[in-house]
């Protein structure tokens, strides 16, 4: 998955798409380079990060949606939204996947949230419909649950990790979308210090557990860049070695900014994964 981020701010290719050309431009660079799925973003989700409006983040997304589907009409596209607005939108205008970096909760404030976790966790309730969900299922379309939260408050960090994505999967059964639309991504660098993010790398296997394909974000994030020392625009070794890592543990897609060297990763990743069993390609 190749990011296409057409914002201002983000954290480490804000600004770089400011026209519908220069999107083209990438992602066509992007696709030659192997890319199979391309992720487009309006709004930045970096810490610290001015909010948008989601009439804002549809002048991003629109625009660009509609000049790679033009160019494109096969390939597929991923709106990296927690709007629902923006999503059902963004599906309308051509793309074929929800990305949402709240799991379908962004509608639950920390209270609320809590609230609704501990009586469905307990058997007292069933989950809310939230916005994004009942949107998510209108649009019959796959659907990626990133793990987030609004604190770092872990109690017991993997069984509340563990609870908060099946939380999300229980909103998503809740709303009626058919399970295997549905992917779950472990949120590197959302909600986590560093030890906390290389943690969900490390064990990534106990979130492939729960059935559903993972994909993996990890690429220039901070966290690699406190590990090695470097800044935002040095970190492709790092990015490399945590995508062979998560590969390993399972993961079926990784969400990456350097497309032509990270495949070079995935493929390494997967012959040493085949073993025996690989051949090489005619």
Not at 37 to 52: I, K, N, Y
Not at 107 to 116: G, K, N
Not at 206 to 233: C, E
Request: charged letters at 20%; hydrophobic letters at 45%.
């Amino acid at each position: 998955m190749g990011i296409l981020n057409v914002t201002p701010d983000s954290f480490s290719d804000g600004g770089e798409l400011p026209t519908p050309n220069a999107v083209v431009a990438r992602a066509r660079r992007m696709l030659e380079a192997g890319a199979d799925v391309l992720d487009l973003g309006g709004e930045s989700t970096r810490p610290d990060a001015t909010p948008v409006s989601a009439e804002a983040e549809l002048a991003r997304v629109l625009p660009a949606i509609s000049i790679l589907r033009q160019t494109w009409p096969d390939v597929p596209l991923s709106i990296d939204t927690f709007k629902p607005e923006v999503a059902s939108a963004a599906i309308a205008a051509g793309a074929d996947i929800i990305n949402d970096v709240w799991g379908l909760a962004g509608a639950l404030d920390a209270v609320a949230r809590t609230a609704a976790m501990k009586s469905w966790s307990e058997g007292n309730g069933a989950v809310p419909l939230t916005p994004m969900a009942e949107t998510a299922a209108r649009c019959h379309c796959p659907v990626i649950l990133m793990h987030n939260r609004p604190d770092r408050n872990y109690t017991d960090f993997w069984a509340d990790v563990l609870l908060d994505l099946r939380f999300s999967l229980a909103l998503a059964e809740r709303a009626g979308i058919p399970v295997h639309q549905l992917w779950l991504d472990p949120g590197f660098g959302f909600a986590k210090d560093a030890a906390q993010n290389l943690e969900v790398l490390k064990h990534l296997d106990r979130i492939v557990a729960l059935g559903r394909p993972v994909l993996v974000g990890s690429s220039r994030k901070s966290t690699i860049g406190k590990v090695l020392g470097t800044t935002v625009d040095d970190r492709l070794e790092g990015s490399g070695a945590t995508a062979v890592w998560a590969i390993q543990q399972g993961c079926r897609m990784i969400r990456v900014h350097d497309v032509a060297p990270m495949v070079r990763y995935a493929k390494m990743a997967d012959a040493i994964a085949a073993g025996l069993a690989f051949r090489a390609s005619p």
